[in-house]
């Protein structure tokens, strides 16, 4: 079965770092785009960054020059270092794996991991 993993969330002071993993298993990863999403409380679910598997990245701009995503194909991985955080960056944080096949998407999801950004 498919299966996303995020790890790393938690508390964090604003302006401070933290770095969010997801390890994937039941699928072949490098051929998906991974992403992360997040979902603050009362907002809908918002991208965060995406990576291709050619390692092509795209960021929301609220989050570029902050975020960086990166994977890596020989361990199945996802990950999302955060610095300079900003109380605005607080949600639940999804990794995604996703692949376009013609008119449709195949899409898997994580279970979410908490990041909440307060002094």
């Known amino acids: 079965q498919v299966q996303l993993v995020e790890s790393g969330g938690g508390l964090v002071q604003p302006g401070g770092s933290l770095t969010l993993s997801c390890a994937a298993s039941g699928i072949t990863f490098s051929i998906y785009t991974m992403g992360w999403y997040r979902q603050a409380p009362g907002k809908q679910r918002e991208l965060v960054a995406t990576i291709t598997s050619d390692a092509s990245t795209n960021y929301a701009d609220s989050v570029k020059g902050r975020f960086t995503i990166s994977r890596d194909n020989a361990k199945n991985t996802v990950n999302l270092q955060m610095n300079s955080l900003k109380p605005e960056d607080t949600a639940v944080y999804y990794c995604?794996?996703?692949?376009?096949?013609?008119?449709?998407?195949?899409?898997?999801w994580g279970q979410g991991t908490q990041v909440t950004v307060s002094s």
């Open positions: 995604k794996a996703e692949r376009r096949r013609f008119a449709s998407m195949i899409n898997y």
